[in-house]
């Protein structure tokens, strides 16, 4: 059959052929039956003919009416998850979305990342294709349209700002006019270095140092972006050790032949231990104890020992933000 339907396909486009096929709001049953088999034959008949001309329109293969239902829909996706991967139609963004929730960054920064490989912040470019009738172009240098991708590599100000930083720019490489691109350098193409996972809070304070510009016309130099991202991430990496730390505290004054490292303090904690005549020692996250933090931090800024025994912080102390 291919032979036969091929050496009489190369005689007409798909248009004029067509029109052979169909004549006078019916099936010319003489040439199907010179370009298909029997079998064939059948099916196309049993497409109806229009009896007079209409535009072309979308129409839904999975339903009787050919219109689409959410329910609908959703049973074929449940019969192509069934069979393996999903089609991906354009580019698969679906490792980089993944990926940003991995970093090691705040849970907001996290979802920062994600918006920004999803394409879910407010510039410019994204609000007119939204049909807002603001002016797509850059506020902060006026040279291009204000994508995310623009506005957080391209810019100058941004530029100079990643120039600034840690981060390794080698030319025609990073930063460049790819968004997905420069988001797949940051996750797995820098070097080993405690400095490069400053790159989250870069891209933040970017956004930030636009949003200023946008709503109060001010401008932020490009050193102090940097600098504030720095400040951050490493207050944030001290934090996170600063964490871990009291989770082993608990550790070591629980089990303290397993930490010969400390036993000089330890042995200092089990003398004051035998002080009370009950003692426990539990690990409570700072989020959920914020009065005790207040006080932990406060007794570690006097230059004399603190000593208050209460369920109830004293008036000097203040209240959680």
């Not at 839904?60 to 089609?87: A, H, I, N």
């Not at 990342?113 to 603001?134: D, H, K, N, P, Y």
Request: with cysteine; net charge neutral.
């Amino acid at each position: 059959m291919a032979g036969r339907v091929s050496s009489q396909l190369d005689l007409w486009y798909t248009k004029d052929l067509l029109k052979e096929l169909v004549q006078t709001s019916t099936w010319n049953r003489p040439l199907l039956q010179q370009l298909f088999e029997s079998e064939e034959i059948t099916r196309i008949t049993g497409i109806p003919v229009a009896t007079g001309y209409k535009p072309d329109h979308w129409g839904w293969f999975y339903t009787t009416t050919g219109r689409y239902t959410v329910k609908s829909g959703y049973s074929v996706l449940q019969e192509l998850s069934d069979e393996g991967t999903l089609p991906v139609f354009g580019p698969d963004i679906r490792r980089l979305q993944a990926q940003s929730w991995k970093v090691k960054c705040t849970t907001k920064l996290q979802h920062f990342l994600w918006q920004i490989i999803t394409g879910c912040l407010s510039v410019g470019a994204r609000l007119c294709s939204r049909g807002m009738r603001v002016d797509p172009q850059c506020v902060r240098c006026g040279m291009g349209e204000e994508t995310i991708n623009h506005m957080l590599f391209e810019c100058p100000p941004a530029r100079q700002a990643w120039a600034l930083s840690p981060i390794p720019t080698p030319p025609q490489h990073f930063p460049t006019d790819a968004l997905f691109s420069n988001m797949a350098h940051l996750f797995w193409n820098l070097p080993d270095d405690d400095d490069m996972s400053m790159y989250p809070w870069l891209l933040w304070f970017i956004w930030k140092a636009r949003n200023y510009k946008v709503f109060s016309n001010d401008d932020h130099n490009p050193h102090d972006v940097m600098e504030s991202a720095i400040t951050e991430a490493r207050a944030w990496a001290v934090a996170q050790t600063v964490i871990d730390n009291s989770a082993q505290l608990v550790k070591m004054v629980s089990k303290p032949a397993e930490w010969p490292a400390f036993a000089i303090l330890l042995e200092e904690v089990e003398k004051y231990k035998g002080m009370f005549q009950e003692f426990s020692l539990t690990h409570i996250p700072r989020t959920k104890n914020t009065k005790a933090d207040k006080l932990a931090r406060s007794a570690r800024a006097q230059p004399q020992d603190v000593y208050y025994i209460n369920s109830i912080p004293p008036a000097s102390l203040p209240g959680p933000a």
